[in-house]
Each structure stands twice: as C-alpha cells, then as structure tokens.
C-alpha cells in the first residue's frame, strides 16, 4: 500500500488515497452493498441481550429479522444510519457503540478479515481501515494524517447520512472502540490514545476511560484519534507475513473486490491534493464528467451543498493544524492559500472553529 502524502506546514503530512480517476462510478447512498452479518447482525444481538425489540432497531428500513440469516443480504448506508440511529435512542446504557465497537473488528469480512487478522503492525492495519472503509465502517472514512511525532485519524461522513447528531456520535464511537480494541488484542498490550469529540462532556465519562483511555477532549470542531507514531511501527505478535500478503492482494484484485470511494469522499480527495485552490463549481462539474447542475443535484441526494463541502474539508484542516499542531493562523493561512490573514480569520469565525471553542477535559 503505497501512500500519497501531500505536505503541510511544519513537517507534517495528508495521507490521500491511491485511488481510481475521479469520473469513475462511485457508490451511492441509496445502493446495497454493505453485507448485514457485519455490522447490523452484532448490533442487533448486543441490543437483543439488552431487552430490545428487534423490530425497533429495523424500524424505518427494508431489513427484517428474518432475513438477517440470509448472507446475500445488502442494505445502504442510509439504511445503515438508520439503523445506529435507532440504537442511539433506544439503548439505555450509555457503553452500547463502545461495546459494538470491541466486537467489530476483525469480523467477518473474508478476506478483508484476514488481512486484518495478520497485519503486521498498526500503521498497516490503519491503512487497511482507510482504503477499505466501504467494507470494514462504510459510514465514516478515516482520514489519515501525520506529524513529526503523533499519527492521526480524523473521521469524515462518508455518504451524507450523518446529519443526525446522535447517529454521528454513536457511529464515531464505534469506530474508535473498535480500532482501540482492535490494536490492545493485537499488539499484545494497551496503547495510549488521545481522543478529540465534537460534542460535549457526557454524563458517563467513566465509559469513555474504559473503552478510549483517559486521554478525552470534548467541544472540538473535529473528531479524532492520535497516537505517537512510533507505536503504530510496533510488531504484532500475531502476524504473519505470508497470510497477511495473500489476504492484502485479495483485498485488491479484480476478482475480489477493489476499493469503492463515495462521491463525498472522492471530492474531498480532489480538493485536499491542491488545498491552496479550492475549484469552483464548474471546474470540479468537469473533473467529475458531469453538468454543474447534475453535480448539485447529487450533493443535494448526499444531503451537502458545493460551499459546505468546500468550506468542510478547508475547516477540517484549519483546525487540525491550529489546535493540534499549534500553528498560528498565519501559517495556516499560507498553508490554504489566503493572501490575507484578516481574510482566512473571518473564514475562522464563519466556520466557528478557533481553538479557544476547544475545551481540553484531560
């Protein structure tokens, strides 16, 4: 797995994807690919255990119990973002995505599984968890960045379904716990990771320690796991070199399955390799092979906008070099091409991301 970091101030890095031309299909949100065994299978006997009907977790989707053996099944991930949408309101124990989480991974996903299973470190199983987040979370793609010391994993809504705070918080949650989870079984012993939440300090902070570490921020603009790097360079006891190249090729071969982009992530990508220029409308229409109003009509069904996704990838990087890597908005600014500090400081407070909104709990 080759990477195609582009640079950011102060040594650090932006780890883009390797991926196909922009105009080639990308999967939509409506289309049913994500196999149910995977996720909704796990979830829906966590919350069985817990005295929920499964027939409210479905709710509101085209799954039901009796076909969930069926392991041809697909659902979308607007499906799926009902489904953990369900969940979040309907569980009553604040630990259900952590515990979801610590199941998830290395699952059942063939060969995908497998490569897991035999990574040889954390630094290639984070990359796996990239490149093929349409199989392993297809509702967030891991965005991978470095600097000098720390790797960093910010979280982006891959299909445009997360609009709903409490879905979100229940997806990322999962998310984390499972990479969490997955690194402490691998690598034999407990890391230590920094985790950065959009939403507030919860009631059930103790559920957090357990299942992320005591490392928390809270009211950040972004969420995020970091950890130093050297530890994603660590051996894993478990490894096996032959299995893990044999499993890695499958993950990639046509007869397999090659790696699947949404729309959302692909224009993400496209913005990130020229971050000093964000395209216009017209000009990213083109790179797409599509009309300027076809386009809108598509980020309109991924429920975004031109401007919002625009302004979302360039808050995203604003914030992450400013409140973790304490750059002061002038690099910043250079780094996103503003000509003029005072102009990048009202874009500042237009997306409402200055690091005094972050409130440090640890």
């Known amino acids: 797995m080759q990477d195609h970091l582009i640079a950011l101030p102060r040594g650090a890095t932006v780890?883009?994807?390797?991926?196909?031309?922009?105009?080639?299909?990308?999967?939509?949100?409506?289309?049913?690919?994500?196999?149910?065994?995977?996720h909704v299978a796990l979830l829906l006997d966590l919350l069985v255990d817990r005295g929920i009907d499964p027939n409210h977790l479905l709710r509101g989707t085209r799954v039901f119990r009796e076909t969930l053996h069926d392991g041809n099944r697909r659902i979308s991930p607007l499906e799926l973002a009902r489904i953990f949408g369900n969940a979040a309101r309907l569980s009553q124990h604040p630990d259900c995505s952590f515990?979801?989480?610590?199941?998830?991974?290395?699952?059942?996903?063939?060969?995908?599984?497998?490569?897991?299973?035999?990574?040889?470190?954390?630094?290639?199983?984070?990359?796996?968890?990239a490149d093929h987040?349409?199989?392993?979370?297809?509702?967030?793609?891991?965005?991978?960045?470095?600097?000098?010391?720390?790797?960093?994993?910010?979280?982006?809504?891959?299909?445009?379904?997360?609009?709903?705070?409490?879905?979100?918080?229940?997806?990322?949650?999962?998310?984390?716990?499972?990479?969490?989870?997955?690194?402490?079984?691998?690598?034999?012993?407990?890391?230590?990771?920094?985790?950065?939440?959009?939403h507030s300090e919860p009631a059930w902070l103790e559920q957090y320690e357990v299942a992320l570490g005591p490392n928390l921020s809270f009211g950040y603009p972004y969420c995020a796991?970091?950890?130093?790097?050297?530890?994603?360079?660590?051996?894993?006891?478990?490894?096996?070199?032959?299995?893990?190249?044999m499993?890695?090729?499958?993950?990639?071969?046509?007869?397999?399955?090659?790696?699947?982009?949404s729309l959302l992530t692909r224009v993400r990508e496209f913005m990130l390799a020229d971050i000093q220029r964000t395209p216009s409308l017209p000009e990213?229409?083109?790179a797409f092979g599509m009309s300027p109003a076809t386009l809108k009509r598509q980020f309109g069904r991924h429920n975004?906008?031109?401007?919002?996704?625009?302004?979302?990838?360039?808050?995203?990087?604003?914030?992450?070099?400013?409140?973790?890597?304490?750059?002061?908005?002038?690099?910043?600014?250079?780094?996103?091409?503003?000509?003029?500090t005072s102009n990048f400081r009202r874009s500042l407070r237009r997306w409402a991301c200055w690091p005094s909104a972050a409130r440090h709990v640890r």
């Open 15 to 38: 780890r883009l994807a390797q991926a196909p031309p922009v105009a080639r299909p990308w999967l939509e949100n409506t289309r049913r690919f994500i196999g149910v065994a995977g």
């Open 99 to 129: 515990v979801l989480g610590q199941r998830l991974w290395p699952g059942i996903f063939n060969h995908y599984s497998a490569a897991l299973l035999h990574a040889p470190d954390l630094a290639t199983a984070l990359r796996l968890l």
């Open 133 to 198: 987040s349409d199989v392993y979370f297809p509702l967030l793609k891991p965005r991978l960045l470095f600097s000098a010391a720390q790797c960093h994993v910010l979280f982006e809504d891959a299909f445009g379904v997360l609009g709903d705070a409490a879905t979100r918080r229940f997806a990322v949650e999962t998310w984390m716990s499972a990479v969490v989870s997955l690194a402490d079984w691998l690598g034999g012993h407990k890391l230590s990771w920094q985790a950065r939440l959009s």
């Open 225 to 245: 796991l970091s950890i130093n790097q050297h530890s994603t360079w660590l051996a894993w006891p478990r490894a096996s070199k032959t299995a893990f190249r």
């Open 247 to 261: 499993a890695a090729s499958a993950c990639r071969v046509p007869g397999g399955r090659e790696t699947d982009e």
């Open 284 to 286: 990213l229409a083109e």
């Open 304 to 340: 975004t906008a031109y401007q919002k996704l625009a302004d979302g990838v360039r808050r995203q990087l604003a914030s992450f070099l400013m409140q973790d890597l304490r750059l002061p908005a002038g690099a910043v600014a250079d780094c996103l091409g503003y000509h003029d």
